[in-house]
């Protein structure tokens, strides 16, 4: 049985192997496997039901499924590792509010273009209709006079207090950031996260691009 935990740009999975037993058939060891296997078929069976209530939560009163929250977030934000980086970022740029642009000297920009409410409209394994998102859309262009390569950019988003990850969704239209960005060129990225609609107001989306430039921040609100 597999869980996959989605991160934009990135995916984590965790693998849960049940061990099967072998049994010699006939008198008490028949017995005994017949046994074993009731048992092993019983705690499968609720192991199955608690992995499925996990990926799709049924609607409470309201009609909005209950979206469990996601991890804390780190106190401090660091560029992740890449394998073709080596050293910390060098090319460092000031924070902007939502609807700017963080500029970095060498002509690379980070536009948050718009972040939008929403509710996720999708029913199917790993949704949960009717609960509250917000849409972020990018806009990042190249100024400088080397492609990048953005197949390994990350966006996340936080909120609340104590803050906490925003859970990243496939779902509304999403688009990661990726392939070689040409000189002069630009790419645009949809990223959708689920966060409590009272939270909408204080938001924080970091964008690590490529290793080189600092992470992009930016706040504001849906």
């Given at each position: ?27 008490i ?79 690379l ?7 939008t ?57 999403a688009?990661?950031?990726?392939g070689i ?15 409590p ?19 992009a921040?930016f706040?504001?609100?849906?």
């Amino acid at each position: 049985m597999t869980e996959t935990y989605r991160v934009a740009g990135n995916a984590q999975r965790r693998v849960i192997t049940t061990a099967h037993s072998w049994r010699r058939p006939g008198g008490i060891g028949s017995l005994l496997a017949a046994t074993c296997l009731a048992v092993t078929l019983s705690a499968c069976s609720s192991s199955s039901g608690a992995g499925d209530q996990v990926a799709t939560q049924p609607p409470t009163s309201s009609g909005v499924a209950s979206m469990p929250p996601g991890p804390l977030a780190p106190a401090t934000h660091e560029a992740a590792q890449r394998p073709t980086v080596t050293g910390a970022p060098s090319v460092s740029a000031a924070p902007a509010t939502f609807g700017g642009t963080v500029s970095y000297p060498d002509g690379l920009t980070v536009t948050l273009a718009s972040a939008t409410a929403a509710t996720m409209s999708g029913s199917g394994p790993g949704s949960f209709p009717g609960a509250p998102l917000v849409i972020v859309d990018l806009v990042v262009h190249n100024g400088t006079t080397a492609a990048i390569n953005l197949d390994h950019s990350l966006v996340s988003l936080e909120s609340g207090n104590p803050r906490r990850i925003g859970r990243a969704f496939g779902s509304e239209g999403a688009v990661d950031l990726s392939g070689i960005l040409a000189p002069g060129a630009d790419a645009k990225g949809k990223y959708v996260f689920g966060v409590p609609a009272a939270e909408q107001s204080d938001l924080h989306v970091y964008v690590d691009l490529d290793g080189i430039h600092t992470i992009a921040e930016f706040t504001g609100r849906a």
